[in-house]
């Protein structure tokens, strides 16, 4: 890109326990929006969903594990190391106050995360501090305003806010980027249910973290869930 303006972007998720598809969607993003640093940023209590069934440091180690060797994504442990419940909006305020006005910061999701928005805490301040990058799946609709009402606030973010890649490194924040990228048909619950009901994860995960997971039994005893 043109513009020397400095870009990161982030990639939250609860990482329970990190797998190919998350790790494949983070270099891709990284590759494609050209960005300075991709940073992985494991959530310490997700407010809206069960408590992760295993501790916050083994899904730390587990990403560490992945991470290793790996040049182009790092490691963001600083949800980990906030008490209470992990709120990006708080995450993206304390990254502005650290990194000033004019970098870059762009928070990435998939579909499924861009619809519960709404709900998210402070949710309109998000466009404030940062990008939003979306990844829909080849072939996906977002919703439209007109015909969706379900997802009305969700529609009326993207027609004002849609921006594509040079945006993000013309300006810091404020545009929603939507991409279309392929993703493996991988997910941690699958690969808990595939462990809680004595078969083997192989393949799904790198083989680090799997030989982490068996060295400290974890995931045993979660046999519900399915893809
Ligand atoms: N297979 C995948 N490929 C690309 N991105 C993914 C994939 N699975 C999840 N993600 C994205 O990774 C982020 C973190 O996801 P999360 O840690 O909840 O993983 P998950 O596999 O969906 O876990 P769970 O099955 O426990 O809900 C979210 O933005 C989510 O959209
Ligand atoms: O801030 C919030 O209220 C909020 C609500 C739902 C999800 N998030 C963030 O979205 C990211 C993906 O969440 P998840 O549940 O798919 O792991 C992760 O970084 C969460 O902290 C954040």
Known sequence: MSSNRYTIALF????????????????????????????????????????PGVSAEQRRQMLALALDGCDELQLDERELNRPGPTYTVD???????????EVSISFCMGLD???????????????QLAHLVVVI???????????????GAVAALLEKHAG?????????CG?????????????STHIRYLIGSGQSPRFLLPAAVLQYIEDNQLYRTAATGGQ
């Open 175 to 187: 545009r929603l980027v939507v991409r279309e990228q392929t993703l493996l048909p991988i997910s």
């Open 113 to 127: 995360s861009l619809l519960t928005l709404p709900s998210w805490h402070r949710w309109e301040r998000l466009l």
């Open 164 to 172: 594509g890649i040079a945006d993000l490194h013309a300006q810091p």
């Open 137 to 151: 799946r080849p072939g996906w609709k977002l919703p439209r305003q007109d015909v969706d009402g379900s997802h």
């Open 91 to 101: 995450t993206l305020e304390e990254l502005r106050a650290e990194l000033g006005e």
């Open 12 to 51: 939250g998720g609860t990482f329970d326990p990190v797998h190919f598809g998350h790790l494949r969607m983070a270099l891709e993003l990284s590759q494609a929006l050209k960005v300075d640093e991709m940073r992985l940023v494991p959530s310490h209590q997700p407010r809206h969903r069960q408590t």
